[in-house]
């Protein structure tokens, strides 16, 4: 509404936040291996509050999408830094707990379009995000400091470390589970884009019902990360072998 946007130019502005997604993926992993992930979450969070805040105050789609692109960017360096983190604390612990840390992830999700439905007819956008930005940065410095020098450690086993032209050189796509986690990644992404754009648009519920949908299905995904270690344990992890 404060760009002057249709649904499907909104749309199209928001998947831009994509290429900064892209550009976190190709470089911040080899910066948290550098420089450990306290300082990347940190930074990220910042940023992404920073950012968030500026471009609900532009009227300009240029600006807002390169802000856009650059909260992509922050976003899924946070994302890179906390599952860093999940991975050694995995490898330290022996046991899977990937899903379950992406299950706790998915339930701050919902609760936050919870209290997002409560609060979208009192409170500006504006208001709502500045706050929101200011109670996440405060909790995450709390948490930062309550794990302590856990996440100041950068990856000491230089072996396995690459340089970006060789990240470049050496990179490939294994197709087959790349098409399958993309096809699961568009529902999630289609989901949560456009869910509430069409139960608030074309069906016409009241803003704090809209996010129902959505959290339906966000409900459903918690169910299935939650669980995700007995069913691997049931069910066995699927394993390619070139020879029978």
């Not at 704090?208 to 299935?224: Q, R």
């Amino acid at each position: 509404a404060f760009l002057g946007l249709s649904n499907g130019q909104f749309g199209t502005v928001m998947s831009t936040a994509t290429l900064g997604a892209l550009a976190s993926l190709f470089s911040m992993g080899h910066v948290i291996h550098k420089v450990g992930p306290k300082k990347i979450l940190l930074f990220s969070q910042l940023s992404t509050s920073f950012w968030l805040i500026l471009i609900l105050n532009f009227k300009s789609t240029l600006l807002f999408v390169i802000g856009n692109i650059i909260v992509g960017f922050s976003i899924s360096a946070y994302h890179l830094s906390a599952n860093a983190h999940a991975f050694n604390v995995q490898d330290r612990t022996g046991g899977l707990i990937l899903t379950r840390f992406h299950g706790m992830w998915a339930i701050g999700v919902v609760s936050t379009a919870l209290l997002s439905g409560v609060l979208v007819e009192f409170v500006s956008l504006q208001t709502h995000i500045a706050i929101l930005m200011a109670i996440t940065t405060l909790v995450l410095l709390l948490v930062l400091r309550r794990i302590g020098p856990a996440l100041d450690q950068p990856h000491i086993q230089n072996d396995d470390d690459i340089t970006f032209k060789q990240m470049f050189s050496t990179f490939r796509i294994d197709w087959l589970p790349s098409l399958g986690l993309l096809a699961v990644v568009l529902l999630e992404w289609s989901t949560t884009d456009w869910a509430t754009i069409y139960t608030r648009e074309e069906i016409g519920m009241r803003p704090g019902l809209a996010a129902i949908p959505y959290v339906a299905f966000m409900g459903m995904m918690i169910l299935g990360r939650l669980n995700g270690v007995k069913i691997s344990a049931k069910l066995g992890n699927y394993k390619m072998r070139s020879e029978e």
